[in-house]
């Protein structure tokens, strides 16, 4: 049986207030020739499907139509679960519907679905927390864990004892994988999945966290240790979750941050047998639009790599080290040449040398000049004074 591991498409998500949801509907594309190329049986989505808890109408109708060209009528198990990112109760509400495709939602911990018979697949078991299916006739058994909040985690522990009522929050989870991998068995393929953050792992600045003061921290010896794979979600660059098993993170599909233009995003492809190892393969996706950091000596060097980049198709940052303010004129001609230009930071390495200010001998404009430059480390020219100035006439009155 061979099924795909993606997670955290987190559609809908701008950054720094640019959409990237034409990105986002080449990947969704590219994905499903992806799918149907490597004749995959089932797909994994480990949450974080959109971005918000409310999604945009456009995000929401790109999914849907993407898992159920994925799921071609039942022909091929799609299994989705809730990231941190995600609204349980939207996510679930699709459910019956989408059921009706092969397509199985679950959003809260210890959500379960149905059983039924599609044209690839018959779900002969279902219960919270675990669905048992027939694929190509083997027997697959899958965890789903979705994104355990504290107050959702709360709801689906059963705290007998006081000993139990005081279990840290790994510990909590650690109980429900035991509980729920008893239904796994040996002649069977046994797949966990779930959206959290495991200890040590390794995050970037576009995921919202869900370790406070490490309290929602999840110890590796608390993941279930008897599944064959743990597909997991949330952290967006791919990475190996625990070494004590197989247990990965596979990712995000886009760089959503500056910190993740150094990750080549893709998803793992699982070929899988009972009582064997499985093999992996990390299928790459492609780089849409790339995030760019240009690190420039000076305004000029800047203005000479917008104008070697013009009509290039990426997210660009620039900082910049200049010893005055980067002048509005300077500023255009860069947007000229890169339309999409996120952030244009000026490093400054004029040194200002500390002195006592008389205010009685100083006139509005040479005390603006002062705080100005002591603040900035630059003088305000130009537009700027001008535009103090007519400012300080209009409120204060003319000196």
Same mark, same amino acid.
């Given at each position: ?8 498409? #987190? ?64 022909? /091929? ?7 941190? #990112? ?44 675990? %669905?048992?299916?027939? *694929? ?41 994988? /035991? ?5 796994? !068995? ?35 010896k608390d993941l279930p240790d008897k599944a064959n794979y743990v597909a $997991?979600? #949330? ?36 070929? *899988?047998?009972?009582? !064997? ?5 990390d299928i790459m996706f492609n780089n849409y639009k790339p995030i760019e ?9 800047? $203005?000479?790599?917008? !104008? ?15 010893? =005055?303010?980067?002048?509005? =004129?300077? *500023? ?23 002195? %006592? ?25 130009? !537009? ?13 009155g003319e000196e």
């Open positions: 049986m061979r099924f795909i591991h993606t997670s955290d498409w #987190h559609l809908g998500k701008n950054l720094e207030g640019h959409s990237r949801i034409e990105e986002q509907k080449m990947f969704c594309s590219d994905f499903v020739k992806i799918v149907e190329d490597n004749d995959i049986d089932m797909v994994v989505i480990a949450g974080d499907i959109y971005d918000t808890a409310n999604p945009s109408a456009e995000a929401e109708k790109l999914f849907y139509s993407t898992v159920s060209k994925i799921a071609a009528n039942g022909k /091929r198990c799609v299994v989705v679960i809730a990231g941190n #990112h995600d609204s349980p109760e939207r996510i679930e509400a699709a459910s019956p519907l989408a059921f009706e495709q092969g397509i199985l939602l679950f959003g809260n911990p210890l959500s379960k679905t149905s059983i039924g018979k599609f044209e690839g697949f018959e779900i002969v078991e279902a219960k919270k927390g675990m %669905t048992k299916l027939i *694929i190509n006739g083997e027997k697959v058994n899958v965890l789903t864990l979705p994104y355990p909040s504290e107050k959702r985690l709360n709801d689906a522990f059963e705290a007998e004892t006081d000993e139990d009522r005081q279990k840290t929050y790994s510990q909590k989870i650690g109980q429900i994988f /035991r509980d729920l991998q008893e239904d796994f !068995e040996e002649d069977s393929i046994n797949i966990a999945v779930s959206h959290l953050f495991v200890v040590g792992g390794e995050s970037s600045d576009s995921e919202r966290p869900i370790q406070l003061g490490g309290s929602l921290l999840v110890e590796r $997991l979600g #949330h952290l967006h660059k791919p990475q190996k979750a625990s070494e004590l098993g197989c247990s990965y993170y596979s990712g995000s599909p886009l760089q959503y941050s500056k910190s993740e233009r150094v990750y080549v995003k893709g998803a793992k492809i699982v070929e *899988i047998h009972p009582n !064997e190892k499985p093999k992996l393969e950091l240009f690190k420039c000596r000076g305004v000029q060097e800047a $203005l000479d790599i917008c !104008e070697q980049n013009r009509g290039r198709s990426m997210w660009s940052y620039f900082e910049i080290k200049t010893d =005055e303010i980067i002048s509005q =004129e300077d *500023i255009k001609a860069m947007k000229k040449n890169l339309a999409d230009i996120i952030e244009i930071k000026p490093v400054i390495t004029y040194q200002q040398e500390e002195k %006592t200010v008389d205010l009685k001998t100083k006139s509005m404009a040479e005390l603006f000049r002062d705080f100005y430059t002591f603040n900035k480390g630059v003088e305000p020219k130009g !537009e700027l004074m001008d535009m103090f100035m007519k400012i300080a006439g209009e409120e204060g």
